[in-house]
């Protein structure tokens, strides 16, 4: 299923906004202070809705501080309508405006849009921070030199990327990429792991984390 995180700190358009997306079949989490925000959980979101005004931290300063860590669409919800304002959103990284009061169809329209558009640019591509994933070759390039990866090893990054965030143990991680009926054991993710970063230590990256007593998870 489909997650959108929406955090704004009207908590009467947060619930307008979880009702109407719900029903369109998305699972939606609330945040009403960005203070609140996990970001360690930022890699399972599809779409992010993000207000402009809220007290304590706005929402160009929290794009700012999250648009590297996240690569999903980050539409604000503001009221602000001069030019000046909807360029310096999109120039920080945002992907679109809805401005406020928005109707429940403009909404679930411009969220569809985003979540169709995504979707169709990763049956081909993926950008994980430096690193593109072409989905069709299954290759890995950084800064377009193409890196060589085994099939195994390509498999372990795709699955831990395009779950960006998410910690997964060894167990689930050698159930993805070798199926039940694998021959490899969890001492061979341990190894394909190292391997892995061999070869991104080229490149002066390291995407994969260790979660000390839980597994592996792509930062």
């Not at 070759?137 to 085994?150: G, L, P, Q, S």
């Not at 779950?163 to 969890?186: A, C, M, P, T």
């Amino acid at each position: 299923m489909i997650e959108i995180l929406a955090i704004d700190d009207d908590r009467g358009i947060l619930e307008v906004i979880r009702k109407a997306l719900s029903r369109s079949g998305y699972m939606v989490t609330v945040l009403d202070d960005p203070l609140k925000l996990d970001e360690n959980s930022l890699g399972k979101y599809q779409l992010i809705l993000l207000d402009v005004m809220m007290p304590g931290t706005d929402g160009f300063t929290l794009c700012r501080k999250i648009r590297d860590q996240v690569d999903c669409p980050i539409l604000f919800l503001t009221a602000k309508t001069e030019e000046k304002d909807l360029m310096e959103g999109l120039g920080i990284g945002g992907d679109d405006y809805i401005t406020k009061p928005f109707g429940i169809g403009e909404l679930r329209a411009r969220v569809a849009a985003h979540i169709r558009r995504e979707n169709r640019e990763k049956k081909h591509a993926v950008y994980v921070g430096e690193v593109r994933f072409s989905l069709q070759e299954r290759k890995i390039f950084c800064r377009d030199a193409e890196i060589a990866f085994t099939k195994a090893e390509y498999g372990i990054c795709e699955f831990l990327a395009l779950n960006r965030g998410q910690v997964f143990s060894k167990e689930r991680i050698l159930e993805h990429v070798f199926g039940y009926d694998g021959d490899s054991s969890d001492s061979a993710i341990t190894e394909h792991v190292k391997n892995i970063r061999a070869k991104f230590q080229k490149f002066e990256i390291n995407p994969i984390e260790t979660v000390w007593g839980i597994g592996y998870r792509w930062k």
